[in-house]
């Protein structure tokens, strides 16, 4: 296991410690949150009693095989706790995410959640947003306009693709992949996106004070 690996074990490891019997928790997706979902596979094996809502049929898979019950928002209302990676935290913690493609229900879970948690490495944690492309999920019918329209804000979309063909995401969407440079402004730039016909969600995650907790190579894990 190289160093950015252990990192994000620790990091991931760190956030499922927060989790207490009875809780409801939203379980997040990427490399980082994965390592979150297998230590709470292993806890539920030692008896504590959860239930959770994933936010990817791959996080969802991962939570069945580990034996963690799954419920869904037809049961409940709301979440004690969501525990997700990110592209990038900027040092206001201002937000990234959509790497993975999950973005929508990502931010579906969060918003439902009384508690959330991020998970990163050093890598991801930064001045300002903005190295990182902005995913975006589009509808894919008249998926050329949106793009024409994010290239009107100054933006360069790129569709993103797999096996030469558009990504689809669990929701049956395309994502573009949008590189604004830095990004000084992400309230802003959300708005903007959003009020884009055909524009499903955006991967800026605005204003969500959320707890953050960094891993670094050197094995020092500090929340923030």
């Not at 944690?125 to 995913?135: D, E, I, M, Q, S």
Request: glycine share 10%; with cysteine.
């Amino acid at each position: 296991m190289d160093t950015i690996t252990k990192a994000k074990k620790a990091a991931g490891e760190k956030a499922a410690a927060l989790v207490q019997p009875g809780m409801l928790v939203g379980l997040g997706t990427g490399s980082t949150a994965y390592w979150a979902i297998e230590k709470l596979g292993e806890m539920v094996k030692g008896g504590l009693n959860i239930r959770a809502v994933a936010t990817s049929l791959a996080s969802e898979k991962q939570a069945k095989e580990l034996g963690i019950p799954i419920t869904s928002f037809s049961e409940i209302q709301q979440l004690d706790i969501d525990i997700d990676g990110a592209d990038e935290v900027s040092h206001d913690l201002q937000i990234i995410k959509g790497g993975g493609g999950a973005l929508l229900r990502e931010k579906i879970v969060a918003m439902a959640s009384r508690k959330k948690v991020i998970v990163a490495d050093e890598r991801k944690y930064v001045k300002t947003l903005g190295k990182f492309p902005l995913p975006i999920e589009i509808i894919p019918f008249g998926w050329e306009l949106v793009f024409r329209a994010v290239q009107s804000l100054k933006g360069a979309p790129t569709l993103r693709t797999r096996e030469d063909k558009p990504y689809i995401t669990d929701n049956g969407n395309y994502i573009l992949d949008c590189a604004f440079g830095a990004i000084e402004n992400p309230e802003q730039l959300h708005h903007q996106l959003k009020a884009i016909t055909g524009v499903v969600e955006t991967g800026l995650f605005i204003n969500m004070k959320p707890t953050v907790i960094i891993a670094y190579e050197n094995g020092e894990v500090k929340t923030i």
